[in-house]
C-alpha cells in the first residue's frame, strides 16, 4: 500500500480552504481538539483521517493536535495513492497506509488513538492469556451485556447495532517499532474479524474507523467507554464475560 511521495504540489490550498466546519481540513482540527482533551492524542500521539470525494485528508505527524490548523493537512488523491497537498517542513503522519486500509474496506472515516484505556486493555488480555497458558497473539478483547456495546454495528453489510447481549469483540495485533509497520497485521485482523470496527495494538493504541465521520466518532467513544468500565471492572474483580 505504497504512498507516492514525488511531484507532490505544496501548494492547492483551494483544497483546504472553506468556511464550512464539515470540510474535512476544518473538521480534523475540531475533532483533534476534542480527542486532546479526552487524553486520546497527547504529546502529538494519534490521528484522524476523512475521505472526502476523491481525496483523503490527513493530519501531518508530529504536530500538537489540540493547535492543528487547516493548512496543516495532507491530501491524497485515492486513486493514485499521490499526495495533490502537501504543507512544507510538515512530515505525512505515518498512520497513513493503516488508515488507507480502513479506506479500502469501505470506512468513510479513520481515527486512532493512544487512550490509555485502550492500551491496559490490551495489557490485561495479554496477562490472562500468560496466566491461562494461551498464545497471546490468539486472544481477542471480549465483553457482553454492557448497555454501551449497543454503540457499535454489528458489522459491515449488516442491519443495525449489537445489542445488550451480544459480545463484543475486538481484535488485538502486535505493537511495532515503526507505526507503518503496523499494516500488514493490521490487514490481516480485518480480513479475519470483518464485522469489528476496530483494532487494538498492544501497549500502544486502538484504530477505530467508521462509514462516516459521525459514525467513527461514535464508535471511538463508545469503546474508550468499554475499555475504561473493563479496566475498573477487573480491579472489581468483575468479569468481562460470563
Not at 459480545?167 to 474479524?193: C, F, G, R, W
Request: glycine share 8%.
Amino acid at each position: 500500500m505504497e504512498v507516492k511521495t514525488k511531484d507532490v504540489q505544496e501548494s492547492n490550498d483551494g483544497l483546504i480552504n472553506s468556511n464550512d466546519p464539515e470540510h474535512p481540513a476544518n473538521l480534523i482540527c475540531t475533532l483533534c481538539r476534542n480527542f486532546y482533551t479526552l487524553g486520546w492524542v497527547t504529546g502529538t500521539g494519534g490521528g484522524t483521517s476523512i475521505v472526502h470525494g476523491p481525496h483523503i485528508y490527513i493530519a501531518p505527524s508530529g504536530v500538537q493536535k489540540e493547535l492543528l490548523q487547516p493548512a496543516n493537512m495532507f491530501v491524497l488523491d485515492y486513486a493514485s495513492r499521490s499526495y495533490i497537498r502537501k504543507p512544507p517542513i510538515l512530515k505525512p503522519s505515518a498512520c497513513t497506509p493503516l488508515f488507507l486500509a480502513a479506506f479500502d474496506r469501505g470506512a468513510g472515516c479513520c481515527i486512532h488513538t493512544h487512550s490509555q484505556w485502550a492500551v491496559l486493555v490490551t495489557l490485561l488480555v495479554e496477562r490472562d492469556a500468560i496466566e491461562n497458558d494461551e498464545k497471546v497473539e490468539e486472544r481477542c478483547f471480549e465483553i457482553e451485556k454492557i448497555e454501551q456495546i449497543k454503540g457499535i454495528p454489528r458489522g459491515r453489510g449488516k442491519s443495525g447495532m449489537l445489542g445488550f447481549f451480544d459480545k463484543l469483540k475486538v481484535p488485538i495485533i502486535e505493537n511495532t517499532a515503526h507505526e507503518e509497520d503496523l499494516t500488514q497485521s493490521l490487514e490481516v485482523a480485518m480480513d479475519k474479524y470483518p464485522d469489528s470496527y476496530a483494532v487494538l495494538v498492544r501497549r500502544h493504541g486502538v484504530y477505530v474507523w467508521g462509514d462516516n465521520v459521525h459514525k467513527a466518532k461514535t464508535q471511538a467513544e463508545s469503546l474508550d467507554y468499554i475499555f475504561r468500565l473493563a479496566v475498573e471492572m477487573r480491579n472489581l474483580g468483575l468479569p468481562w464475560v460470563s
